[in-house]
């Protein structure tokens, strides 16, 4: 596929870059990576995201690289440019309030993506669900057109690396990603000041939402799964944001007994998000795709734009019946 698109690369000028909503590490760090290599071989790419860069990823936003969609500013932009690059996503719902532009561009839209869901997004998708993060195909894509990562490069790949491998610690790490780490890491990067950016960033109502978080948690099926979830209230109360949870669902699995773990959030206009990890041979991605959601085998998410509680309770009650059918012995 890095074949095919070559052409198109080289005869194109304009480009637009975009990743989902509510982005994390991969999609940010690849977009930074792709368009620094791209202004490299003498393009003009623009990133363009729905949602606003998260505190801990401000770091990566060199001189405001990364700008939030406003329909009068940018459409004409979306419209005019000559590729589109969708990142870390192939489901276009989860381009939110940009979705309709992009799907209605001129532009070649090229996918470059590791998860499984697709709904025929781009015309191209350079698309390897085996990989752990974006930024591995974003690191070959570079190699494959003669380039070589800057320092500004490795710093956006290393952090989309960390940010979707958990560290290194996912299952769906493999040799090529630690070789790639390696080279980024022989290019000047700091690894420890792109772990206190992305990690160590967290305000006193950051901690007091995780405490409750952590007292809201509860188990089930014998301890194998584990959830926890926040109102909107609880964000209120301590003045915090939905991107300060990052990281909050994996609480969940640090139980000694736990496999599957959830949780939810209710967002500002009462709907439902899940997030879900588990362990092992528990594919959760089945089970998101019964609710709309998608993502990995150990890592997905859902979003339902359904009341808060009750679609929690009936989450939960559809989940518990998922895992007791396939995994309780």
């Known amino acids: ?46 990133i363009i995201n729905t949602s606003p860069v998260p505190k801990q990823y401000q770091f990566l936003n060199y001189g405001g690289m990364i700008e939030q969609y406003e329909p009068s500013r940018h459409d004409k932009v979306i ?42 997004l781009a015309k191209y998708n350079c698309v390897d669900e085996k990989a752990p993060a974006t ?15 800057d320092l500004k490069i490795a710093t956006g790949l290393y952090t989309a690396l960390i940010t979707d491998t958990g560290g290194f610690r996912f299952n769906a790490t ?17 690894p420890n000041e792109i772990y206190s950016n992305v990690f160590e960033q967290g305000t006193y109502n950051t901690m007091r939402l995780l405490g409750i978080t952590l007292n809201n948690m509860k188990s089930e099926c014998q301890g194998a799964v584990n959830w926890t979830f926040l109102t909107d209230e609880d964000f209120k109360n301590t003045k915090s944001k939905r991107s300060d949870t990052e990281g909050f669902v994996d ?27 588990s362990k092992g041979n528990v594919d959760i991605q089945a089970f998101a795709k019964t609710y709309g959601g998608g993502g990995h085998k150990n890592a997905s998410g859902i979003t339902l734009r359904k009341p808060f509680k009750p679609t929690m309770a009936a989450v939960l009650r559809d989940l518990k019946k998922y895992f007791n059918a396939k995994y309780s012995k």
Do not use: W
């Not at 930024?135 to 990562?149: T, V």
């Not at 040799?175 to 022989?186: F, K, N, Q, V, Y």
């Open 174 to 190: 493999r040799p090529s990603t630690m070789r790639i780490a390696a080279d980024l890491l022989e290019v000047g990067i700091r």
């Open 79 to 120: 419209n005019k440019a000559d590729v589109i690059f969708v990142l870390d996503i192939s489901v276009s719902k989860r381009l939110d309030r940009m979705q309709s532009v992009i799907l209605n561009s001129p532009a070649v839209r090229i996918c470059i993506d590791h998860h499984l869901d697709n709904d025929g």
């Open 1 to 46: 596929m890095f074949q095919r698109i070559t052409p198109i690369l080289k005869k194109a000028s304009t480009f637009v870059l975009t990743t989902h909503v509510n982005p994390d590490g991969d999609g940010l760090g690849s977009e930074i990576a792709l368009a620094t290599f791209l202004k490299s071989i003498k393009k003009k790419p623009r």
């Open 251 to 277: 609480y969940t699995l640090r139980l000694e007994k736990s496999v599957l773990g959830v949780f939810f959030y209710e967002t500002p206009d009462g709907h439902t998000k899940v997030s879900l990890r």
């Open 135 to 149: 930024a591995e195909l974003i690191y070959n894509l570079i190699r494959h057109l003669k380039g070589k990562p």
